[in-house]
């Protein structure tokens, strides 16, 4: 954990710089809210034109503060902020939180003026929550230094967000749902204080069971993929990315390039990282809540309690879309339930105990299935009815469920008349859903967690390889093109290890004829030229030779038209490759990402890759484990396993995947590579590479 | 419109057969629920032990009431109700609603009670809604004869729900929200009055603009798809499908069998029908409210109004995942923005006017967008602010929208202190999403259910093809087999006009080797066995054979490995057919699904699709305009219609689609019927199946 981070959450003393006694200004509410929730250090108002506001002492400027400050909350125009923050440093503040806005947020001025601020705090050794921030509440201690109105009730869920009114929202949300909260931390502008440092810190927060962060842009992917495997061993993170949109990669140069954009590796270092990422705020709060209140499911057999079937099959859609099946209630649970339900009511799981289901009902229910089935999960749904009292109810779920160690989620259709049992719930550890629907995302993704928490730790260290200097030296001679194709691409694919297909650059047809005589027809032709990208468009590929008659008509047509298509082009030579039957088609890619690194990526090659989208990524560095998983996430890995019969070689696929893991990490200058088709032969008979290209920095 | 409906819903008498005095009993809170929401109609209370109850005079029977009766509500044990639905048609009561459980969901004893009560209907022409339902209400006319508590507001949505349950649920969500219903409608066991009758009831009723319905099954598939596809040129239809399992199917003999399960049957039916499927309660609330309140959308380019960036943009996302696109605001209108925002403010779409934005700005920027740009969507988007009045805000956004003919959807980001501007925007028809992820999916179904309206009426009718009578006559001749296999498949397809690769069933090698050279090598040979059900699995496939010589020997080969594999099997010949080279493989198919009929599957073919599932639906009888939407859906269609560079002959795919609806019509004895591959060449070259089979009932 960095320094100094804690005097954000727990300082002895603050000053509020810019408070203000005039009720209407943000200001006022600052002070007003740090002076009502049972904070127990002492405040300071700064404020030249006040002797006292709310009841205390106000001071001319915080030198004049009798006392040490830990933390300073600045409220004043952004123009004033550099002076005022000189001043803290003098006065030996520890952590400052910059409210203002006015900074980078509104563009070249506002940057420079944090750049300012920046080397102030670097100087004096303050940390720097925001600018363009509204504060951070710390629920235990009762320290809010927010304008929100309000303040939820006190719980294990900390709140990281990179929006300022995303938090108030949150607030207003859960203000009357008795959903507790250790921390709300609005991060602003992160000038200086980042979301991955607020992760490093509430790991260590005893208070915070679960973090739930609301974010547009992570600043250093490396770094947060590094902190965020840590924290996830230990507390869950779930998180909400705003902001999908794919910029920039318009001018696609390979599938690679196409198919792996931004987005995508958010929710790959995302999902590498053990982070669960939600893709809505509903959902955000509602399993942070699950994974607050709740032990993580034992097993993935849930039972359902209701005195409805409608709802419960929604809830079953629901779980079925996430895997989650339901648990067979064996004849003997179903005559013990049966002694005491409705007699018609439906004892196989749905329980379906009918309308007129009380609490007596759910209690037997729910007892009888602890105490004689194997499920890991509970779940009692209440539709309120006109005889049906909610609070008893709930009651009944509280006490059947509280010893059990099973994970029970509630769901109670409806608002007016359930608002008291959802409290009650809420209060006893038990989490609430309005809408069955929503039941299976929140279960499945405690039943992610649970597994990432299994999950042996990985080695995803990446040496460098023997082969470093070579490549570097190779890349020298590249000198400043940045398009490389197949032709030059191959000895840098040999030197990390990739087998390419048997092949020579030549430069002329009798060269060509001698060569293919060499290696064997039948043979395939490419025309080698930097001036020509797709070389299929030009006219600059002959597939499937079969004899030196044909290589001849082939060599001739084929320069005709790469002359007619591109008259300009200047043609180095022409490749001769052996042309290779049979094997499966894959592609095999990195993407360099602009956060995040070497993005790989692998799927289904050949002619449908773009109309499949069949591809998996994964950030290097990266396990061996994690490269088969990749594999084994899409159509075409499952095809490689076995699907339809024959095994390929797998192995190998993996060793190619971590060559490039390796080459992209050694050679930071490639921006993009591709190997389009790699062929997979069947297992033990190795892969090789019939193309590959690279884009360099 | 069917015969006495009306009298469920606008009786001028109602009796409550079963009516308790005991405010315990739910018969009771029936009676209570008539007269307390301002009905104006005569009720009767029928129940031998009481004079009165709840002010009004109680009957012992029904034909003691000596007026007229319209409609009878039976709260009694199942036992009673056939001899009361006896006196109900001796008392000429013309609609009856029978609350009480006890029948078909019990089993089959409640299943003949029911068969029972519709004999008795029938003879006397009652309509009956329910068994085991918890009755409807017309909130315009007051009539209420349900026993959940509480009441919504009038408005346009009649929500119509197979579970009594989701239909209480549904009450007590809306109940604080000021959203508007024109009937709630429980339907239970459906034993006469259907989901599908509701329908054709509700179209004609002036205070329904939209319907809203909750569906475990719908009884008649062919009739739903009728009528839906009539109502909902003239209201929109939004339905939520619960019980998403596919049950049978287990034993799957083909790709189209194990792909077309009664779940995508659902989905497709509800598609063509122009049904809005949505996957939520939340959903179908928040779209109905939408659909009721707002215009449908007159172009989708839609601008935010935001006072914080991030709600804004899980807003865009959201709308970016169904396809419709921010405005883009040319720099007259930002200037105009400009002039009354915050100098801060983005006056680039989406418009974040920041924090502190109060109603004048909202307004100014609302009026601005409206007057100077194209948009046909506004979304004003608040979240509460310290210093910021949302009951003004919403006034704002009333008062500038009202005359605008846009489409409007709010967005009030919170609960707690937003209540207020919630009922205030309901009140004025401008619906109110709590959360901004919701907005995409609501924006979505209008913008769907726009182009619903906007489609010419299809010409479904598929009409009796010539071959009908000879078509016949072979199925006759097939007998008793269910499994049919290439060989008998292909006399079918000839007369149905799909063109079959060439070839014959001969019964040994040498008139095998003489077809051969007759057609001209390459050929493929294929075992004939109703016995062998996979013919490769089996070794009784041989492909590209070349020559004499290459045929004796695979000949052979396949005798000896199919007597090994299925030493049983009687062979009736061997196919030898043409090899067809180049083209695409696609797969066509039928299934007949239980409820909805024959479904049409497409897709990419050949060993892929199971792997890639890259298929699509329709249900025949089908319009050409919806067999070409249905290859267009698919990545294999796009291929086809020239994704990578090639055209194919998608009119002879069209046919052969046609044809295969028109052939499942005519022979109801095909359950299911598959050609795979089927070979598309380049356009203007036609089509040929190159396998084909089929399953008899």
């Known amino acids: 954990m960095q320094a100094n981070l804690k005097y954000f959450f727990e300082p002895e003393s603050v000053a509020i710089v810019g408070a203000s006694s005039n009720p209407r200004k943000l200001s006022y509410g600052v002070l007003k809210n740090i002076s009502q929730y049972g904070y127990k250090g002492s405040v300071f108002p700064i404020n030249p034109k006040s002797d006292e506001i709310l009841g205390y002492q106000c001071y001319k400027t915080i030198l004049d503060v009798p006392e040490a400050v830990d933390l300073a909350v600045i409220i004043l125009p952004a123009s004033m902020t550099l002076d005022v923050l000189k001043q803290c440093g003098e006065k030996g503040v520890k952590a400052c939180i910059i409210i203002s806005g006015g ?42 230094t927010t304008f929100i109105k309000g303040l939820p009730k006190a719980g294990g869920i900390a709140f990281v967000s990179q929006s300022g009114a995303v938090c108030g929202g949150v607030v207003d949300h859960v203000l009357d749902e008795g959903i507790g909260f250790s921390h709300l931390i609005s991060l602003g502008n992160e000038m200086d204080v980042t979301e991955t440092d607020m992760l490093d810190y509430l790991v260590h927060d005893d208070n915070t069971s679960v973090i739930a962060a609301y974010v547009e842009s992570i600043r250093d992917g490396a770094r947060f993929l590094e902190v965020a495997r840590e924290v996830t061993r230990k507390k869950p993170i779930v998180l909400l990315k705003a902001g999908k949109s794919e910029s920039g990669a318009k001018a696609v140069s390979s599938h690679t390039g196409s198919l792996a954009g931004s987005r995508t590796a958010y929710t790959t270092a995302l999902k590498q990282a053990g982070v669960i990422e939600v893709n809505s705020l509903r959902s955000l709060l509602q399993t942070a809540l699950a994974l607050d209140l709740q032990p993580l499911p034992k097993n993935d057999r849930a039972v359902i309690f209701t005195n409805a079937g409608g709802p419960a099959a929604l809830l079953s859609d629901s779980m079925d879309a996430q895997g989650i099946k339901l648990e067979t209630l064996n004849e003997e649970v179903q005559v013990k339930l049966a002694e005491k339900l409705n007699p018609s009511a439906q004892t196989m799981n749905p329980i379906d105990m009918l309308g007129g289901a009380n609490e007596d009902e759910y209690a037997h229910a729910i007892r009888t299935t ?26 009944a779920f509280v006490n059947e469920t509280k010893d059990s160690g099973l994970t029970t989620l509630a769901c109670l259709v409806g608002k007016h008349s359930i608002a008291d049992a959802k409290h009650l719930l809420h209060e006893n550890k038990i989490p609430v859903l309005d809408y069955p629907e929503d039941v299976g995302q929140v279960l499945g993704a405690m039943r992610n967690y649970r597994e990432v928490q299994k999950r042996p730790p990985l080695d995803s260290k990446v040496g460098k390889p023997a082969y470093h200097e070579k490549a570097h ?79 001849e008509l082939d060599y001739q047509a084929m320069m005709r038209d790469v002359h007619k298509n591109v008259p300009n082009a200047k043609i180095e030579g022409v490749l001769v490759e052996k042309m290779y039957q049979g094997g499966e088609e894959v592609i095999v890619g990195m993407k360099r990402d602009d956060n995040f690194g070497p993005m790989l990526m692998f799927g289904m090659g050949g002619i449908y890759v773009e109309a499949f989208k069949d591809v998996s990524f994964r950030i290097a560095p990266l396990a061996e484990e994690e490269i088969r998983e990749m594999i084994m996430e899409t159509a075409a890995g499952r095809i490689l396993n076995g699907l339809r019969g024959v095994e390929y070689d797998i192995d190998s696929l993996v060793h190619v995947l971590k060559a490039l893991a390796e080459l992209s990490i050694a050679i930071p200058q490639i921006k993009e590579i591709e190997i389009n088709p790699l062929k997979v032969m069947p297992r033990g008979e190795g892969v090789v590479a019939l193309d590959s290209r690279m884009i360099l920095d």
């Open 473 to 551: 030296e190779y890349m020298q001679q590249l000198g400043e093109r940045k398009q490389i194709g197949e032709a030059d691409t191959r000895p840098l694919m040999e030197l990390a290890g990739i087998p390419n297909v048997k092949g020579a650059v030549l430069n002329d047809l009798d060269a060509a004829r001698q060569y293919a005589q060499q290696i064997g027809y039948p043979v395939v032709l490419k025309i080698v030229s930097d001036d020509i990208l797709h070389k299929s468009d030009a006219g600059g590929i002959r597939l499937n030779i079969q004899d030196d008659q044909q290589l």
């Open 103 to 144: 900074f980078k947020e509104l563009g070249s001025e506002g940057k420079q003026r944090e750049v300012e601020l920046m080397q102030v705090a670097e100087q004096y050794g303050i940390r720097i929550i925001g600018p363009n921030c509204v504060g951070n509440v710390n629920i235990h201690s009762g320290l809010n």
């Open 370 to 395: 602890i105490d004689h089935s194997q499920a890991g999960v509970l779940l009692p749904v209440l539709v309120p009815q006109a005889l049906v009292n909610p609070l008893a109810v709930a009651e």
